[in-house]
Nanobody
């Protein structure tokens, strides 16, 4: 079907690092934008970062700028989220998602942040940051 598959979550102390991986296949592998979202119980799914297939466009949620880095290896159909200087408020289930959005869209900076534009979702991986 092409659902992304996340891995790499776990328990880490505040200030530590984790690298999440997202394995793409089928339709998710050919999708132009891949995004990471996170969600805690009782709250809406929150945008974290996104990257274009050409790797020349990346977007970040303000609270993770300078701490998280999204990258993509098209040869391996993999997307990564390197998370550093983790804080307890980063605790969430992290989801990888694929979207057919185009960089040519004039509203792309806003659209990549909205989960409604993503068609394929992984099952999520838990990240817990202890204080």
């Amino acid at each position: 079907q092409g659902q992304p598959v996340e891995s790499g979550g776990g328990l880490v102390q505040a200030g530590g690092s984790l690298r999440l991986s997202c394995a793409l296949s089928g339709r998710s592998a050919i999708s132009y934008f891949i995004g990471w979202f996170r969600q805690v119980p009782g709250k809406e799914r929150e945008f974290v970062a996104a990257i274009s297939k050409s790797v020349d466009s990346t977007y970040y949620e303000d609270s993770v700028k300078g701490r998280f880095t999204i990258s993509r290896d098209n040869a391996k159909d993999m997307v990564y989220l390197q998370m550093s200087s983790l804080k307890p408020e980063d605790t969430a289930v992290y989801f990888c998602a694929a979207s057919g959005l185009s960089s040519a869209n004039h509203a792309i900076a806003a659209m990549v942040r909205d989960f409604i534009w993503y068609d394929y979702w992984g099952q999520g991986t838990q990240v817990t940051v202890s204080s």
